[in-house]
């Protein structure tokens, strides 16, 4: 018997690299845009979240450095006791305006958002039901809440009814969670039908907008907008870290929501509110997607492109079913993807593989971007044509 307590990890390590599925990170070297420098060469960047392209814009640099040099670099504590700022309280006016909410409550982080907002509204006496291709911060958040949790499959309407018709009277307060756009999929969540369950069974209904927010919908307020849900009873969750190019999550919803969450979310009270930094650069995208709509209309533009010379051109890849900037083809094994992804890449395209556990089955995900070129979409369906 070992008398290493740790000797564990290595033989784990071991186990993920002969799956496949052991993961290192690729360092860019440059600011973020539609081409970066990886590993010392620039490659056409289809690996990120920036999906206005406005994580390398001047005028987010510009208000970044500007609260930098007004307000120092760091929040120095917890909002409750030194670390809030006006900043603070002037980005989540701007986010309850985006989203047409009451108000809105910010995070250090998207995932810390979700986490706090999911363990204050239930506990162990009630109910979650969650999606099963939820993202990583809706499942922990259901397990740090206590709540008993039933995932339900993938989008399937019918099935959460029943769960809902055989246990909804069995406890207090009920809460459906979901994603509005699933991340490593594409596709979106059925909302006006969630809407509908959570009325009938007197269930709360959480949605995360991480990658809707600023993308989808009409003026880029996220799918609730874009389903006509605007104005619903609803807890939405956000980040200001893809489309809106800066670090952080939010909570939108009703007042009482907000306050409550101001009093008993541990994730927003007990840590260190966000930097002047993340905070003035968010606020300035806010403002650029309020300001900017071609923005949104050119990535749309690109997303359509891509996926009718993808259909046209790679009929042999079927597309995940999506309505959104991401767009993902399944591969049969984690060594296919890691294989297709070293392919692109040698040939100057950075789209890397997804695989299992993050995703049940391996894929290349696409994210597209609104600064792409006609050229650069073009090249990778070039590219991806000449895969073995």
């Not at 070297?29 to 539609?34: E, I, K, N, V």
């Not at 009093?263 to 003035?280: C, E, H, K, Q």
């Not at 010379?309 to 984690?334: N, V, W």
């Amino acid at each position: 018997m070992t008398t290493d307590p740790y000797a564990w990890i290595e033989q784990s390590l071991v186990t993920i690299q002969r799956a496949d599925w052991y993961r290192s990170v690729q360092t860019l070297s440059d600011r973020p845009g539609a081409t970066v420098v990886l590993a010392g060469r620039e490659v056409i960047n289809f690996a990120s979240n920036d999906y206005l392209g406005l994580a390398g814009d001047e005028r987010l640099i510009a208000a970044a450095t500007t609260a930098i040099h007004e307000l120092g670099t760091g929040s120095t504590g917890s909002r409750l006791l030194s670390g809030h700022r006006e900043l603070h309280r002037e980005l989540e006016i701007a986010i309850a305006s985006l989203k047409q909410t009451e108000d809105a409550i910010v995070f250090s982080s998207g995932y810390l958002a979700n986490l706090g907002a999911i363990a204050s509204v239930v506990g162990k006496r009630d109910l979650i039901l969650s999606d099963q291709y939820n993202h990583s911060s809706l499942k922990n958040g259901a397990v740090l809440s206590g709540a008993a949790i039933i995932e339900y499959p993938h989008c399937e309407v019918v099935a959460l009814k029943t769960q809902l018709s055989q246990q909804r009277q069995n406890y207090r307060r009920c809460l459906i969670i979901t994603d509005s756009v699933f991340s490593m999929d594409g596709d979106l969540c059925p909302l006006p039908a969630l809407l509908e369950m959570s009325a009938e069974f007197n269930c709360m209904l959480l949605v995360d907008e991480a990658h809707a927010t600023g993308v989808i919908g009409k003026t880029g307020a996220g799918c609730v907008e874009h389903f006509g849900c605007t104005g619903k009873p609803l807890i939405q969750i956000g980040t200001l870290s893809k489309a809106l190019g800066s670090l952080g999550g939010y909570v939108a919803g009703s007042a009482n929501l907000i306050d409550f969450l101001r009093n008993r979310a541990p994730t927003w009270i007990y840590t260190t509110g966000l930097s002047p930094a993340d905070t003035a650069a968010a606020l300035a995208a806010i403002q650029v997607v309020q300001q900017e709509p071609q923005r949104r209309i050119q990535l749309w533009r690109n997303v359509e492109y891509l996926k009718n010379l993808m259909q046209q051109q790679l009929p042999h890849l079927k597309l995940l079913p999506t309505e959104s900037p991401i767009l993902c083809f399944q591969l049969p094994s984690p060594g296919d993807a890691l294989r297709v992804g070293q392919h692109l890449k040698d040939a100057g395209i950075f789209a890397p593989a997804i695989r299992p556990p993050t995703v049940p089955t391996s894929r290349i995900r696409i994210s597209v971007m609104a600064t792409h070129t006609t050229e650069q979409i073009e090249k990778l369906v070039a590219v991806l044509r000449n895969t073995d």
